[in-house]
């Protein structure tokens, strides 16, 4: 599951969807509303809450069909990654094991990050950023958005996610940094890994960095 | 939920939308495995 403004084909998503698809598993990727992809909606209007509704109906809708098979694997990245774990934690005995990568941990870690574009973003009421994997797209998100974010936290219910856990970040990742990823995968009570990708940001584009992911997540897949 | 594509042959779908609990359209890939270990959603 993509982050925030992301969308089913960018690289990152496409490198765990190889990754499982070369160990034959069945893969589902999707566009949540509300982001850049061709599913419905406007990003302005993006929340955490749609993002989490749109997995619970993807989820909801694979179970009818015929290839579904519980329990599965979760895979999100950012805010697809809070997504995912989320849902593991409402419904554990559905999750066979997680992979929430460059995390968001919770709406309250992410307005604490000391970033100058948070604090611009409250005081105007708007970030707005060019978007790096729709080149000529402009980004506009009301600070309701993280009103909405502060809603949701895994700190509370890790406990739930005793499945096995593969976290991976970007060294330089300054929206979900490692500190936070250290913050979960300390307080996790399962199988965990967590992995730093040197020299990587938040979005994984680099072809190496992509590669080493691949790599983890060949090794991570063997182990379940 | 029953607007979603439930009536066609998903096994032979690759790309398709489903309807949301607002009534929104997800556009969903599937790429399906042979004798497949699991899923990933």
Same mark, same amino acid.
Do not use: D, S, W
């Given at each position: 599951? %993509?982050?925030?403004?992301?969308?089913?084909?960018?690289? %990152?998503?496409?490198?765990?969807?190889?990754?499982?698809?070369e160990k034959h598993y069945t893969v589902i990727r999707f566009d949540t509303t509300n982001t850049f992809g061709e599913s419905d909606g406007d990003y302005q209007d993006a929340t955490t809450t749609n993002y989490y509704e749109d997995l619970e109906d993807v989820i909801k809708w694979a179970k009818a069909q015929v290839w579904y098979k519980e329990p599965f694997v979760l895979a999100g990245h950012s805010l697809g990654g809070i997504c995912s774990a989320l849902y593991a934690e409402k419904y554990p005995k559905k999750v066979k094991a997680l992979a929430p990568i460059s995390t968001v941990v919770s709406g309250e870690l992410t307005l604490k990050t000391d970033r100058e574009d948070v604090k611009n973003w409250e005081k105007t009421g708007w970030r707005i950023s060019q978007s790096k994997s729709k080149p000529g797209v402009i980004k506009r998100l009301p600070w309701s958005h993280m009103g909405d974010r502060l809603k949701y936290d895994l700190l509370?219910?890790?406990k739930k996610l005793t499945m096995p856990v593969l976290l991976i970040v970007g060294e330089k990742d300054n929206s979900t940094p490692p500190e936070h990823q250290k913050i979960l995968f300390d307080k996790l009570p399962g199988k965990k890994e967590l992995h730093i990708i040197k020299g990587s940001e938040h979005t994984f584009r680099e072809q190496k960095h992509l590669d080493k992911i691949k790599q983890i997540f060949l090794d991570w897949i063997d182990k379940l | 939920m029953k607007n979603f594509i439930n009536n066609m042959k998903i096994s032979k779908l690759k790309k398709?939308? &489903?309807?949301? *609990? *607002?009534?929104?359209? &997800?556009?969903? /890939? /599937?790429?399906?495995?042979?004798?497949?270990k699991g899923l990933l959603l």
């Open positions: 599951m %993509h982050g925030l403004g992301g969308f089913k084909e960018q690289p %990152h998503i496409e490198t765990f969807a190889q990754a499982f698809k509370p219910n890790v | 398709g939308k &489903i309807k949301n *609990r *607002r009534g929104q359209n &997800i556009a969903v /890939l /599937l790429e399906e495995a042979e004798n497949p």
